[in-house]
């Protein structure tokens, strides 16, 4: 009897960790617990047997969740900002306060190079290689804060931003080299990854850490889209306004609520991302249902076009970075079916439908680095050149191991946690690769 009271008690304290289900919600479910607990044991079940038969019964905590959460809608979109759940209201508003407070840190720190007379009409690059360290060492830090990192954890991150912020300002980059622009792309590619060490508090070398962070990202630019199409909203209002009465705006608008708005949104919408997992379910199911097939038929339509116009694929800088981000953003679709999928059930016809988007973006990857190496051996090298073979050539070994993993998982001759795993290996190559770009690409190339 002992036995079991303190397995119900360690069940209470797991149910209870959980937003959505408060303490009345928690004294309902172990009410049915130990009446069904009652009843196996009158059956004749030991304690230890019946109460994991009873369990199992009730379900998963998720699907409690979405049935407290179908209940109590009305309580739903207040407990993102205060728990229902008294005792830990008050963690809620300390976590509130720390947010607005790094978000106003966030929106001031862009506004620190006009103290030493770097204003942006005049230093543009400097602003551009200088964005992801506006924002990022201050999310770093609330994910610090967050999770309790110790201080040697801390200290890395600290001495790897610290790192960033020379490689971007010590180099003496001329104005508008292409150098400088690369530094600009790949600085918070590289910068990503630690805000990703300090997000899973220590378990950055973990699949389930790794997908955790996976979910974040994509969530969090959904919820910043969201808030910079309400920022708009804001803005045009504030011009219609200030032009109603014939005062100046420009200043207030170009100067501080874009450039503030927009740095302190990263902080928020983390925020919003770390509140609302706890509450309601992710975007991932909806998202990636949605936009593979968008992204497969495009794909399709593109290599169907040039096999029947036998036209080639001409890479200027522009449709590099366009390639490169359209390749990237098939790669995130994979990563995000990854997130949301069981990694036991079968596979279905929406594993086939990825195994297809995922060959096509490697039959375009092949083409896009075709075309790259035709331009160096005709023009020879260049920082863009080469950054873009080494981005295409990462893209390719991941699209091709990815595209032999689901083949293998379609064809019941591999499980799909091989698939899983192996995007995961990916993702510190690609902020290694930003951050060789960033730190050796300038002097290589003499600055140019």
């Known amino acids: 009897m002992n036995n079991l009271e303190e397995q119900i008690s360690h069940w209470r304290e797991y149910v209870r960790r959980h937003r959505t289900i408060g303490s009345r919600d928690v004294a309902e479910l172990e009410d049915h617990l130990r009446d069904a607990v009652g009843e196996l044991t009158g059956a004749g079940l030991a304690g230890d047997e019946a109460f994991l038969i009873a369990v199992k019964r009730m379900g998963s905590l998720d699907s409690l969740s979405l049935e407290f959460a179908r209940e109590h809608s009305d309580r739903l979109w207040k407990q993102l900002v205060i728990p229902a759940d008294g005792e830990h ?27 030493f007379g770097l204003e942006f009409d005049q230093h543009e690059d400097v602003y551009a290689r200088n964005l992801a360290l506006f924002v990022l060492p201050v999310l770093a830090t609330y994910f610090g804060w967050k999770r309790g990192l110790g201080l040697i954890t801390c200290g890395w991150l600290v001495l790897g931003f610290i790192a960033a912020g020379m490689l971007a300002n010590v180099y003496p980059f001329t104005r508008h080299s292409d150098t400088g622009t690369l530094t600009a792309l790949h600085l918070p590619i590289a910068c990503w990854l630690l805000v990703g060490a300090a997000y899973v508090g220590g378990g950055w070398f973990t699949s389930t850490g790794r997908m955790n962070f996976v979910r974040f990202s994509g969530e969090l630019f959904i919820y910043y889209v969201l808030i910079a199409l309400g920022g708009m909203v804001l803005t045009a209002f504030t011009v219609m306004m200030f032009e109603a009465i014939h005062v100046s705006y420009a200043w207030f608008v170009q100067g501080w609520l874009v450039p503030c708005g927009a740095m302190a949104a990263v902080i928020v919408g983390s925020w919003l991302v770390e509140a609302k997992q706890a509450v309601i379910e992710n975007m991932a199911p909806v998202l990636t249902r949605l936009f593979t097939p968008l992204f497969t038929l ?8 040039m096999l029947f116009t036998g036209h080639a694929i001409d890479m200027d800088r522009d449709l590099l970075i366009g390639f490169d981000l359209l390749l990237a953003l098939v790669v995130g679709l994979v990563l995000y079916a ?8 079968p596979p279905g016809i929406f594993d086939v439908l990825q195994m297809v988007l995922v060959v096509s973006a490697l039959l375009v990857d092949l083409l896009a680095l075709a075309a790259i190496v035709s331009r160096i051996s005709e023009f020879g090298f260049t920082p863009n050149r080469v950054a873009a073979l080494g981005e295409n050539l990462i893209l390719l070994g991941n699209l091709a191991g990815t595209a032999w993993c689901y083949g293998r998982f379609v064809r019941h001759r591999g499980s799909f946690a091989t698939l899983e795993r192996w995007q995961l290996a990916f993702l510190p190559i690609y902020s290694l690769w930003a ?14």
């Open 338 to 345: 990854a997130s949301a999928r069981d990694e036991h059930a």
């Open 298 to 305: 495009v794909l399709l339509a593109f290599l169907a076009t």
């Open 435 to 448: 951050a060789v770009v960033v730190a050796v690409f300038p002097p290589l190339f003499n600055f140019a």
């Open 89 to 115: 209201a008050g963690a809620s508003r300390s976590e509130l306060f720390v947010v607005v407070v790094l978000a106003l840190v966030a929106a001031m720190a862009i506004k620190v190079p006009p103290l």
